[in-house]
């Protein structure tokens, strides 16, 4: 039984992110796997979960989200015991030391990944996003596209490795990097329903929680949305 | 009115309708936005000058917004003359063009912007402000939902204007209750996912089937004094303690909300009820929407929506017939450019339906119909996409977002 954790959904829900829940459950029961996804509210238990997922979000409900889970804890001893978990937008900067809140006052993350959120005077980063894995580990997942939407900046320290170097779109903005990887936890500023965008994500982070390759599915209607977004290569 | 300030305001109206008549002619969108940039710059303040003293009645809200307006015009014409910017430009340049074309004692009724309405109100210093439900939309390019409801709670706390306001929305509920004067109606939401937290203090919104409550604080419902219902597709409106009851072609609860927020505006600025009710049933379609057209030999119902709220809403009304449907979406700048909220709507309803995908961006509804397990054909023209889901004796319906919807009606109206 593939056990999925979605964290906060009425805090960290703002742009489809419930959709990468779905594409997950899907994936593994198209496949004839078990899977329960539980959708776990804002102020209830983190639960004992294989694989967390954590989406975007305004300001106050980011803010709040983090100050829940830093409490709670158990996100922090699930990534002890090797749990997977995908982070989005909002969730990846939680994940990190601090980020930025719309005062501009820094407020502190997880400390689950070792990447810092500032704010800069660049605009803030609105359009499609092209981006190749770099990740060890991670690179058989084909070119990523996704949508992103987001004000602050990303460093990544030495705890972590990008996820990807950007083609097309800024991600974290800083050395045409994007994502951080580390461990089992992945995030990207690529926005909601990023793993409908790409299946080969999906797939390695089910392939994580099982242990071991997955047959392929019919992904014919996604090959044609892929070429769509592809398209924008420069 | 100082000599200089009524000749700047003349220029500017002058200017105003020559560009607008001049692109009208060259067939440049509907010809009140490029005149009107050119009036506000000659007098910044000309929609001041031009609502001074006349009644006001401003229209907001995410989903809504045009058929409500629509509605509130027609109710009040049994009373007054109206001046309306039907033309869907429902910003300060769409507002001046209706403006300044007003009759003397003519209610000036304005469709709203959300992110217009604050500004709106302090020029307009309106007599009435409809408030009709906030919700996610084009996220990409508007401000955040709860950024928006705390800008109108701003405005509320200043304005003289009574707020006409829907009591099933808690974003809603939280900015009105900040006016001196508001007029509380039952108009139904179906959409409650970006109000579970609540707006007051954080704390979890609870919605149940009489209404909705903080569980941390005193935010609840407000009890209404105008509520809606429906029976066999007549609108029943309780207004000041008396039932009205006529026969309405507009589909959908929200629809029958948007009549009794219309009704309660109405009745404030002088409308008697009974004819008013009577004269806004007779809207069959507003800007296309709700229309039944022949397309290439198909009847086709048209239907609108723009956002997760407006696409759940309109399930409702498809949900009882087996109609084929052709689904459309766009992402142009009109329509938001990250059509991620397509999985905020719940396409699972339409298992086991015929449905057909197009628009520019129908790979991306296609994906997300396959992750619903909805079986579905594409197609890359809406035309053809009408005739692909055509059954014999049924008529298609047709769901479109602003620009795959502007584009049909542009095409089948000709
Ligand atoms: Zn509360």
Redesign the pocket.
């Known amino acids: 039984m593939i056990r999925i954790a979605v964290l906060y959904p009425d805090l960290l829900g703002t742009y489809g992110d419930g959709g990468n829940a779905q594409v997950l459950e899907c994936r593994a029961r198209w496949r004839g796997l078990e899977v329960a996804v539980a959708q776990v509210l804002a102020g209830d238990e983190v639960p004992d979960a294989d694989l967390y997922l954590l989406g975007g979000g305004e300001d106050g409900p980011q803010a709040r989200a983090a100050d829940l889970l830093q409490r709670d804890r158990g996100l922090h001893r699930a990534v002890d015991r090797g749990a997977t978990v995908f982070a989005v937008c909002a969730g990846y900067q939680i994940l990190g030391h601090h980020f930025i809140s719309s005062d501009g006052s820094a407020t502190p993350g997880l400390g689950l990944l070792d990447v810092e959120t500032v704010r800069t005077d660049e605009r803030r980063a609105v359009g499609e996003v092209l981006a190749e894995v770099v990740a060890r580990g991670w690179t058989a997942v084909p070119t990523l596209t996704g949508f992103e939407n987001h004000g602050g900046r990303t460093r990544l320290g030495a705890g972590v490795e990008p996820l990807a170097h950007v083609e097309y779109g800024v991600g974290n903005g800083e050395d045409a990097t994007e994502g951080a990887v580390a461990g089992n936890v992945v995030a990207t500023y690529l926005h909601g329903p990023v793993l409908a965008r790409n299946p080969g994500l999906a797939d390695a982070l089910l392939e994580r929680v099982v242990g071991s390759p997955l047959a392929p599915l019919n992904d014919e209607r996604i090959a044609l949305l892929r070429d769509d977004r592809l398209a924008l290569r420069p | 009115m100082a000599l200089t300030t009524r000749l700047r305001r003349r220029v500017a109206v002058w200017g105003m309708d020559l560009v607008n008549a001049t692109s009208r002619v060259l067939r440049r969108g509907s010809g009140t936005v490029a005149g009107g940039h050119l009036a506000l710059r000659i007098d910044p303040n000309l929609l001041r000058s031009l609502t001074e003293g006349a009644d006001v009645a401003l229209v907001s809200g995410t989903n809504g917004k045009t058929t409500t307006t629509a509605l509130l015009t027609q109710a009040l014409r049994t009373a007054r003359e109206v001046a309306t910017n039907d033309t869907g430009s429902n910003m300060t340049t769409g507002h001046v063009a209706t403006a300044a074309h007003a009759a003397p004692n003519a209610v000036v009724v304005l469709e709203v912007d959300e992110a217009y309405l604050a500004k709106t109100a302090v020029w307009t210093t309106p007599r009435v402000v409809v408030l009709l439900n906030l919700s996610r939309d084009q996220l990409d390019r508007a401000s955040e939902v709860r950024m928006v409801a705390e800008k109108w709670r701003t405005m509320c706390s200043t304005t003289t204007a009574t707020v006409v306001a829907n009591a099933d929305d808690p974003l809603i509920v939280y900015a009105a209750s900040a006016a001196s004067s508001v007029v509380w109606v039952a108009a139904g939401s179906s959409w409650n996912l970006d109000a579970v937290g609540?707006p007051?203090?954080g704390?979890h919104i609870a919605f149940g089937d009489d209404g909705w409550a903080?569980g941390?604080?005193a935010?609840r419902r407000p009890m209404p004094s105008v509520a809606c219902r429906a029976d066999d597709g007549d609108l029943e409106v309780a207004l000041d303690g008396v039932l009205y009851r006529h026969p309405f072609s507009l589909p959908g609860a929200f629809n029958r909300g948007n009549a009794a927020l219309a009704l309660a505006a109405a009745s404030i600025l002088g409308a008697a009820p009974e004819q008013a009710i009577a004269a806004l049933v007779e809207v069959k379609s507003v800007a296309g929407r709700y229309s039944h057209e022949v397309v290439d030999g198909r009847q086709v119902s048209l239907l609108l929506a723009k956002n997760p709220a407006g696409w759940s809403s309109l399930f409702e009304v498809v949900a009882g017939n087996g109609d084929p449907l052709v689904l459309s979406i766009n992402a142009r700048t009109a329509d938001g450019a990250d059509p991620s909220w397509l999985y905020d709507v719940p396409f699972e309803v339409l298992r086991g339906r015929t449905v057909v995908a197009t628009g520019d961006r129908r790979h991306d509804l296609s994906v997300r119909l396959h992750y619903a397990e909805v079986d579905h054909a594409v197609d890359d023209d809406q035309r053809a996409a009408i005739t692909r889901a055509a059954t014999p004796g049924r008529p298609v319906t047709f769901i479109g977002n602003y620009t795959a919807f502007g584009a049909l009606v542009a095409e089948v109206r000709g």
């Open positions: 609540c007051s203090c704390g903080c941390h604080c935010f």
